[in-house]
């Protein structure tokens, strides 16, 4: 995929005045519509860093760089041996930098501490990441589409997933209105 040079023509103005290449929301959502939704909630700040499990290669890579964010891939180990690696991308590279000074080269661990450092980085509102630990995927108050769009889990009675809904919403239009 040739990645076109960025000129005015390739932009889009979409949240605050935020100007983002279309073509790099475009070539994600090829890719998988879901990483260019979390690329997008990362950009604006809603997520303060986002992971994404899944491969992915120098392109997707470059097409976040182009976006303006940082980007890291992070080895870690399955429980079972397996070689996992994590994408990391934020448009601040302290909170890269702190994942991957912890978790470089280490296990998988979903313990109450690392589940806590892990929300507090991915920006989970603190009261659905205690939630979690104590009882993952309670059934919430949140409509099952508009959980769906979230990265994480919310717990019932939230008082914060109910003010992001409406940024996701608007985030998730946009990104369907890029192409």
């Not at 303006?68 to 996992?84: D, P």
């Not at 589940?115 to 630990?133: D, K, M, N, S, T």
Request: aromatic residues 10%.
């Amino acid at each position: 995929m040739e990645i076109p040079p960025l000129n005015p023509e390739n932009k889009m103005c979409i949240y605050h005045g935020l100007n983002i290449p279309r073509y790099c929301l475009k070539a994600l959502k090829e890719i998988d519509q879901q990483l260019a939704y979390l690329a997008l909630l990362t950009l604006v700040g809603i997520k303060p860093m986002s992971r994404w499990e899944k491969s992915l290669g120098s392109e997707p890579i470059k097409l976040l760089q182009q976006l303006g964010l940082y980007v890291v891939q992070v080895h870690r180990t399955a429980l079972n041996g397996t070689e996992v690696k994590e994408t990391l991308f934020s448009t601040t590279k302290a909170y890269i930098e702190i994942y991957k000074n912890r978790w470089e080269g280490q296990l998988l661990d979903k313990s109450p501490q690392t589940v806590r450092f892990e929300g507090f980085l991915f920006g989970y509102p603190p009261c659905c990441v205690e939630a979690y630990i104590e009882n993952p995927y309670t059934p919430n108050d949140i409509d099952p589409v508009q959980q769906e769009a979230l990265f994480h889990w919310a717990c019932k009675g939230c008082t914060i997933t109910p003010l992001l809904l409406p940024l996701y919403q608007k985030l998730n239009s946009i990104l369907v209105d890029c192409d």
